[in-house]
């Protein structure tokens, strides 16, 4: 980079860190996650370190918190009040422990490992045992006096009979626990009002507020883990923990004292799995050096104290560099765009691309190339992308927009009135979806023909040897054992798997198909209702619609597929070629409830309605969604919906309790 370049990068970065310190620390809001934060922190320090003739006086890398808000009392604090050094490697942990050790060769030194609580740092000043000051951290050298709003909405010890000496402070953590964070939000939303990011937000916005009587009803929480007073009364981080305790004070519900770098990365692992338990937000393990005297022989630097350090765990949600979108075609032509960014740890893994899901969410999010986005890990495996942050868009930034026409064959992409996906409707010629087809008729849970994978569906569609699935049954040994790399045993093995898929039973067979949103459970539920092709395909939208699982959406699509006469070839060659299109009747008609509709409502004491659904199956019944003069029987639980018990009752259906029901059953 040239040297005005870096200048302008510096100057940038201390922009954009100034204003997330801003939302942070003045209004109680991030709108980054702490690693991304973190993230750009570290970039700038290089940037510094590499060029420290461009360092900008009053760099955030030197400022710990920020100036004090306004409208409230500034307190200098009696001991600066200090940030963190803070890792997300092991291997920095170990680097730390074996500093330290190398500090005091002759002595023994441990370690408290306390889980780093996501809240706000409080000083609490106390004389003669009562309770006169409660201090934020503000830029760590004084911050806002806020005894008011705690009195208000933060239970803490007001007076304490046994205090250890005259004046002390406890530092530690307030914090809202999930539970209330989670009521507070749910009544916002009931009342549209909008939402809180998460508990450390509303925290600072509790304990900032300037209206103390609107934040009444918001409970917070502290948890101490700091005692500052004569160091006689506390040898040890481990003796000031317990010292908070017997002085009425909440401190983490977890710490472990440990001896060395394997024990302290076990805890960390403990804490990682156990935090979803606590009642509190928890984003790392702080380590600190348990003696006191040791901790003030390793001192501070400007920022932060050298006997500690924060490890903090990967987060669910990161930010990263944009470089680029594909757009993927599936094997039903839908299209999805994908994001490409620099690599980043993400709750475990390493992340590199993530699903932009469809046209329209692309156009929500508004990107650009080199925008800085926020990638999400939930429940799903696949990562998606949740936002993107505008304020750090460069100004001549490319914007990104969705094709028009299929990224394989060319073909001008479609689009089906009230759908979001955009398709390629090439599907009889379009390569990756006809190769996309075969692969999920081939695979293991469809008919399971195992020869045939990603390489041999590539020889014989660009043979032409097949086009589609029933092409399969048409095949010749001639033919395929001329083909490259085909020999006379891969030859039969290949055709004797596809002779042998035809036993496959029909809920497998319709899987197979590809229907759009036909999965193996609704496939299985398809089976068994209709047992047969023809009379799957003689069905009404209103009769998809009775089976539990099958919505609009669903039903619309089997009806597409039925409907269309590409698919109807390959369903007609299917059945020639001698592919299961039905259930057999013999063994099914022998079940108790072979043939009979139930509807299952409410809830059970003994069982799930998944388990009561595997029951009914099981016995030869089908279980529908809705109460119609072909339901046989009403399974009543307790709860049950009482529009579905009035119409069973008018359609004269017998209504099972759920005694009743298992006595049927056995
Ligand atoms: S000890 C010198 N222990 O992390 C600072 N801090 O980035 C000593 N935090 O401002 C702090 N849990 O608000 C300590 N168990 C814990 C903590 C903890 C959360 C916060 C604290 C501090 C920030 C440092």
Not at 69 to 78: C, L, P, T, W
Not at 247 to 267: D, K, Q, W
Not at 461 to 478: F, M, P, S
Not at 602 to 613: D, H, L, P
Request: net charge neutral; with cysteine; hydrophobic share 40%.
């Amino acid at each position: 980079m040239a040297p005005s370049d870096i200048s302008k990068e510096i100057k940038r970065l201390v922009d954009v860190i100034r204003y997330h310190n801003e939302c942070y620390f003045q209004k109680g809001i991030s709108e980054i996650s702490d690693y991304a934060y973190d993230q750009l922190l570290e970039r700038l320090t290089r940037l510094e370190e590499a060029h420290p003739h461009l360092k900008l006086p009053d760099s955030p890398t030197e400022v710990i918190g920020q100036q004090p808000s306004k409208g409230f009392e500034v307190v200098y604090h009696q001991t600066p009040m200090l940030s963190l050094a803070k890792t997300y490697s092991e291997v920095e942990v170990i680097q730390f422990v074996e500093r330290a050790k190398k500090m005091f060769p002759a002595a023994t030194i441990d370690f408290v490992c306390e889980p780093k609580i996501d809240g706000v740092a409080l000083s609490i000043l106390y004389e003669k045992g009562r309770l006169i000051r409660v201090v934020t951290r503000g830029d760590g050298e004084k911050g806002d006096d806020i005894t008011r709003h705690v009195a208000q909405c933060l239970p803490l010890p007001q007076k304490i009979q046994a205090a250890p000496c005259d004046a002390f402070e406890v530092r530690g953590e307030a914090f809202m626990s999930k539970t209330v964070f989670k009521a507070l939000n749910s009544a916002r939303k009931a009342k549209g009002e909008p939402l809180w990011a998460n508990p450390r937000n509303i925290t600072a916005g509790t304990l900032k507020a300037l209206d103390v009587d609107a934040v009444k009803d918001r409970q917070l929480a502290f948890y101490g883990y700091g005692f500052y007073g004569p160091s006689y009364i506390c040898p040890t981080q481990q003796a000031a923990l317990a010292l908070l305790v017997a002085l009425g004070f909440s401190v983490p519900p977890t710490y472990r004292v440990c001896h060395n770098g394997m024990e302290i990365m076990a805890y960390v692992a403990y804490c990682a799995e156990y935090k979803k338990d606590l009642p509190v937000e928890v984003d790392g393990v702080v380590i600190k050096v348990n003696k006191l005297d040791q901790q003030d022989r390793m001192g501070t630097t400007a920022k932060s104290p050298r006997w500690a350090i924060a490890y903090k765990y990967q987060p669910e949600r990161a930010s990263s560099i944009l470089e680029g979108v594909t757009f993927q075609l599936g094997r039903t032509g839908i299209v999805t765009p994908v994001a490409h960014f620099s690599p980043l740890p993400l709750a475990g893994t390493m992340v590199r691309r993530a699903s932009l899901y469809n046209a329209d969410a692309l156009a929500r999010l508004d990107l650009c190339l080199g925008d800085t986005i926020f990638i999400e890990k939930g429940g799903e495996i696949i990562p998606k992308v949740v936002g993107v942050d505008s304020a750090l868009r460069h100004t001549d930034s490319q914007p990104i927009r969705f094709i028009c026409s299929c990224p394989a064959c060319g073909t001008l992409l479609h689009r089906a009135a009230g759908v979001v996906a955009y398709y390629c409707p090439n599907k009889q010629r379009c390569l990756p979806q006809l190769k996309g087809a075969l692969l999920h008729f081939s695979h293991r849970k469809a008919m399971d023909i195992d020869t045939l994978g990603p390489k041999t569906v590539d020889v014989l569609l660009e043979a032409k040897l097949v086009q589609t699935a029933a092409d399969l049954y048409a095949l010749r040994y001639d033919a395929v054992n001329d083909l490259e790399g085909f020999q006379a045993l891969s030859t039969q093995k290949l055709l004797a798997n596809i002779q042998a898929s035809k036993t496959r039973p029909f809920d497998r067979v319709l899987f197979a198909l590809g229907i759009q949103h036909v999965g193996e459970t609704v496939a299985r539920k398809l089976a068994l209702y209709f047992r047969s092709m023809e009379r799957l395909q003689a069905a009404t939208q209103a009769e998809l619609l009775q089976l539990p699982d099958i919505g609009e959406r669903i039903a619309q699509s089997i009806l597409d597929y039925l409907q269309d006469p590409y698919q109807q070839t390959i369903l007609n060659a299917l059945q020639s070629a001698g592919v299961q299109f039905a259930l057999p009747e013999p063994v099914d008609s022998l079940l108790p409830f072979s043939s009979k509709n139930f509807v299952i409502s409410g809830t059970f004491q003994k069982f799930t309605r998944a388990e009561c659904t595997k029951l009914i199956e099981e016995a030869g019944g089908r279980v529908l969604s809705a109460i119609s003069t072909k339901v046989d029987y009403f399974v009543a639980g307790t709860k049950v919906g009482p529009s579905k018990l009035t119409k069973a009752m008018q359609c004269g259906i017998p209504i099972l309790e759920e005694d009743e029901f298992i006595k049927m059953m056995a």
